[in-house]
């Protein structure tokens, strides 16, 4: 099963829809079930110790999770994320934050699969995340 | 066991340590094993369909708990999230959430509990959250 | 809210729906939205140091969800788990488990909440489950 | 990083620590990080409607990455399971489970990673489960 958007249309949807985050993530690659996303980390994600907060890191697995099902289904702003549990497992380093999300079941109503966080140039994950996302009726 | 740290201890302790976000966040009560936290709520958190974004909850669910947790062992603030399961459940109202931690299990090394997230004015929560918080060694 | 079952009723759909662990586990009461369960710990589910092992926590943290889940539903057997985080957190004691199962979002295809295991005479959580179930449609 | 620890090794000590399970879970293979195991699914595993049960499949999930983190640290028996998130995706054909794990992050102290359920002879995963195991101090 092929991708319904290609990066080009997800890059315009994404500007269109996600306007207040467009320049805080770039979509790198598209694949069946699966997205590669950066994260451009800056000051406000930091916290004491140089480390990139949580939320900084939950918002980019979310996001990633998000594009790898809508390049799926096609461009369903609505598609909400219902859960997500997250194991912080390394200390970024200081730098930008890759993304590789995997689908496991797309199903009528939800999508399943999990999200692996990197440093960039690192293949040691940082995080580890699995989400559910619920896709609205047609 | 009492909290080792009061309301006002734990504000200024906050606008040192985390200036970036210490308007985002209030701290309302602090009790043994519990904590009550105010999340201020800005067009920057809303979604498509006027939800609050999951990040946003989920930075709000960390903190709660993070403040909870260091009422209890005093300021400090190298005490990390290690992981975080979040079931987002009904669509918050517009307006502030209100996030009530409390820990289950306060140990040495780990501060394991749960949060729930509310709109304000009401009571059927919106966001459940689990979370183990590590504790720097002494 | 009221449970639409009694305890006489969830007694007797347990036994005719899971004979095989009608005497493993004792529904003690149900309360809108909640449930108490009582596991016989045995033999089988001891570990090395004499702790109860995982898959017997998880157990009964399931069933007492689906108990509390169908108290308010009414006997529908095919409502199954979709997830399920547990943390465990101390090491129980010699002798049976206690589960208070709490609903926290019962919707018409999705039942969302949580457990929270003791050992029998103890007021300290040993584990703390998250759970999600499915709801057949009607 | 090779596993400390043979298939042979592994069948012995299972044998050893596990007897009430010897027969239930089977040991196919360990390799650097990962391990795949079959759980022999029988009549007590079932429940209504002809699927496994969420607690066997949890235990799978559980036995699975116990024992990829052993063959990597050695026979250390009291090593446990601190959390476990477990989604359930599909359900299951008839016949038996095939778990294949992986450790994300393997410390002193913690060993995190993920397992993927399927049923014998398909590719299309059943459940899936991020674990965090407790290492013992030497």
Redesign the interface.
Known sequence: MQPKMTLIEMHSFFEQ??P?VKDKFEVLDLQPMAATVRMHVD??DL???G?IS???M??LA?VAFYIATLAMIGPK??T???????????KPEPGDLLAKARI??LGRSLS???V?LFSDGSD??VA?A?L?YSIPPK
Chains 1, 2, 3, 4 share one sequence.
């Open positions: 829809v996600f207040q000051e406000a916290r004491p110790g480390t949580g939320p900084a939950f918002a979310d702003a609505l909400v994320t219902t859960s997500c549990n997250i194991n912080f497992m390394r496991l079941k399943v699969g999990d692996e040691k994950p580890h699995s559910t």
